[in-house]
């Protein structure tokens, strides 16, 4: 219970950052990845980890799409995944699995979420050794697995939210801040000196920016008063 209040109460990036590296260290792994994207791209909106510098600067492409793991992370429902040495035998792909290991990564957990029927979570630990054994192994997955689903759903509206307000101009972000101190359109309209079709006009460009879920300029603004907390 207290991991899922805890989940609840983060408010950043950083705050989900730190809750990931936390769960990971209790779980006695050495490294965690956040993927936050949607099904139809390979490439996520936003990724948080606290992989070594070294593998960062020799990470490709080619890599990533001959790992094993991403192959089966990219299925239309991928089940949880245990991962070692044997599968990137089993793939013929013992040459990445050497990079991996190179770097400190021999071994993980791998928990993709389908959070809607686009967008998908993936919590990855990892660790500089072997996968413990049998039942110890299912007991800490299936734990892994509560905790995905936890930070999922918190994870990818702070994401989300995160994104959106980076995207907004100065102008953009005072609209959507009378938004959230309760002004009306026709207030907005005073308060700026604009018409009220040039308000909703600009509200309309908002929300575009924020997504294919937020329909209204309340909606819009929520989602930038997350990131004001």
């Not at 996520?44 to 991403?70: G, K, M, Y």
């Not at 993709?112 to 050794?129: A, E, K, M, Q």
């Not at 907004?168 to 026709?186: A, F, H, K, N, T």
Request: glycine residues 4%; proline residues 5%; negative net charge.
């Amino acid at each position: 219970m207290n991991m899922i209040l805890e989940v609840a109460q983060a408010r950043s990036s950083n705050e989900v950052s730190a809750l990931a590296a936390n769960f990971c260290s209790r779980l006695e792994f050495d490294n965690f990845v956040v993927a936050v994207g949607t099904s139809d791209s390979d490439v996520p909106s936003c990724v948080l980890h606290n992989l070594p510098d070294s593998w960062l600067a020799i990470a490709t492409d080619e890599i990533r799409h001959r790992d094993p793991i991403f192959r089966l992370l990219r299925q239309s429902r991928p089940p949880p995944i245990a991962w070692s040495r044997p599968l990137f035998a089993l793939t013929d792909t013992l040459d990445i699995w050497d990079l991996f290991a190179e770097h400190g990564m021999r071994s993980g957990f791998d928990i993709p979420i389908s959070t809607s029927s686009t967008n998908r979570f993936v919590l990855s630990l990892i660790r500089d050794g072997e996968l413990p054994k049998r039942f110890e192994m299912a007991e800490k997955l299936a734990k892994a697995a509560t905790f995905a689903h936890c930070l999922s759903a918190v994870a990818m509206d702070i994401i989300q939210a995160e994104l959106f307000a980076d995207r907004l101009s100065p102008v953009q972000r005072r609209l959507l801040q009378y938004c959230l101190d309760g002004l009306s359109i026709e207030d907005i309209a005073d308060e700026t000196a604009l018409t009220i079709r040039a308000v909703k006009q600009r509200f309309t460009t908002i929300c575009r920016l924020a997504g294919d879920s937020v329909q209204t300029p309340m909606a819009a603004a929520t989602l930038y008063g997350r990131t004001q907390k």
